[in-house]
């Protein structure tokens, strides 16, 4: 007994402390990780709302566009009771290019905002992880076999 009384043995309250020690730096790792995922959402949201409203911009102008052209064909139209003789090519182009670039631009938006978005995908799937590693954990050593129960039981 002598060689053991030097030894040192973990008193309860330490290993308490020490326990509770790391439960905190584990919430205050998921807690950052949530942080970095929610700025990186709202930056991707933000991203969104900017160029989101862009391709919206652009689609209302190009229709603006359009109903101007149509409001002014009808005019002339009415104003000399034939069909308009000059051909309105470039304000026709104008408008339609406006509203596929809007809709393009909206599209592109929408895709990498599907594809980049997380919603604290990782953060709930660390609490899952978290979760089972608890459980196990909290499994007491008495339910488990003994490996010395085991190796007995197993010889014949």
Sequence with gaps: MPEY?????PSWTEEWRRLFSDFVDLLVLRRQ???LEVCNDLRQIKRLGIFGGLGLTQCLVGMAV???LAGSLIDQWIATTTIPGPRPWGSLCLGVVLILSGLETLRRSWNRFQREFSGLKESIAELREDAVWLREWSVSDSLKPDSADEASATTP
């Design 66 to 68: 359009l109903a101007v």
């Design 5 to 9: 009384a030097g030894a040192k043995t």
């Design 33 to 35: 990780l949530a942080e």
